[in-house]
């Protein structure tokens, strides 16, 4: 269940380039990341090695609950190709020994010769190396072949809205001119295939976040932040007040932050609302049904979730009945109903 085809479209353009032009959801939105899921090779959770990541299958599958998004990463390969990944590197093997090779250093016919193909070889492994160095086979229950930008809007459910992630490496200094020529390619796909379908584009780098809205009017930019739960050289990244001050000098509509870094200030939602600036966040706390209803509450506007069958169903189906406020600890109480079975959750703020 996606948007309307209005809803993530910019109504009209902006005379000038420093002027910023609101953007609202029509509704409480929900994203599944990089389609149903992200993979967590080493975790015990076996929903977490369900079904490929950034693969059509996998957003196909997404599609299939009351969703309204769809989130990937998207980088270019060397040849031009905009293609759906979210490491920097491939990892593979090539006689016994593991070797890396950088996603936008290959050719396309070399990218999407690594892991399961059409015709049902498997020509070259992938595996996957985690932030504490370990490295994993990179083996879920159900594998897809890797993809294209170009794939995704012509196999994935039209009505399905795509959060195009704009993807670049934080330790590499990229020039404008590479910004946007990287961005032009990904702008030619999206021109040429997008028709009426929801997209917002969103990016963890400034530059280029600030680049692809003035390079298109028609589609709304997110600044991504980790909102300060993990601390970069370009303070920029560092912290939700950085973030709302990119998206005003920038023109931007809105802010995609850690969920952390919400719910540890909850006081920076205000000063987003009044900057005119959208908000929704990721993270693994969205993955517990009741903290995304908290953040609805605080007045985040979505979020972008691994569990998307078990959060999706529970969103669409939960009624809120506020009741008076508590006069002990002036909170408010909800209840929130999950199909035939409810449960009381205290939300005190």
Not at 193 to 200: D, G, P, Q, T, W
Not at 258 to 266: D, M, Q
Not at 310 to 317: D, G, K, V
Request: net charge negative; hydrophobic share 40%.
């Amino acid at each position: 269940m996606a948007l309307s085809v209005f809803s993530a479209k910019l109504s009209t353009g902006v005379e000038d380039d420093k002027k910023q032009e609101a953007f609202v959801f029509p509704k409480f939105v929900v994203m599944g990341h990089r389609g149903f899921g992200m993979n967590m090779l080493q975790s015990p959770d076996e929903k977490m090695k369900s079904i490929k990541e950034n693969s059509i299958l996998s957003f196909n599958v997404a599609a299939d609950f009351p969703i309204d998004f769809v989130e990937f990463d998207v980088q270019v390969t060397r040849d031009g190709c905009p293609v759906i990944f979210h490491d920097n590197f491939i990892f593979t093997q090539e006689q016994g020994v593991i070797i890396e090779k950088r996603v936008t250093e290959m050719a396309l016919h070399e990218f999407i010769s690594y892991g399961p193909q059409k015709d049902g070889a498997n020509v070259n492994p992938m595996f996957r190396k985690t932030k504490d160095g370990r490295i994993f086979q990179w083996k879920v229950a159900k594998d897809d072949p890797l993809c294209t930008l170009k794939d995704a809007f012509v196999k994935v459910k039209c009505s399905q809205g795509f959060n195009i992630e704009l993807k670049f490496d934080d330790n590499i200094v990229y020039g404008e001119e590479e910004l946007r020529q990287t961005l032009e390619n990904i702008l030619n796909v999206v021109d040429k295939h997008a028709e009426n379908r929801s997209i917002i584009f969103s990016s963890f780098h400034p530059d280029a976040a600030r680049l692809i809205r003035t390079m298109q009017m028609s589609y709304p930019v997110f600044f991504l932040t980790n909102g300060g739960c993990e601390i970069y050289a370009d303070v920029r990244k560092n912290s939700l007040d950085e973030a709302i001050k990119i998206c005003k000098e920038g023109g931007l509509q809105g802010i995609v932050s850690e969920a952390k870094a919400i719910l540890r200030t909850p006081s920076a939602i205000t000063r987003i609302k009044d900057s005119k600036l959208s908000l929704i966040s990721y993270g693994q706390l969205n993955n517990v049904v009741e903290v995304v209803y908290l953040q609805n509450l605080l007045g985040v506007e979505g979020v972008i979730v691994d569990m998307v069958m078990e959060i999706s169903e529970a969103i669409a189906n939960i009624e809120v009945k506020n009741e008076e406020d508590d006069e002990e600890n002036n909170g408010r109480k909800c209840q929130i109903m999950f199909g035939e079975e409810s449960k009381k959750v205290s939300i005190f703020f």
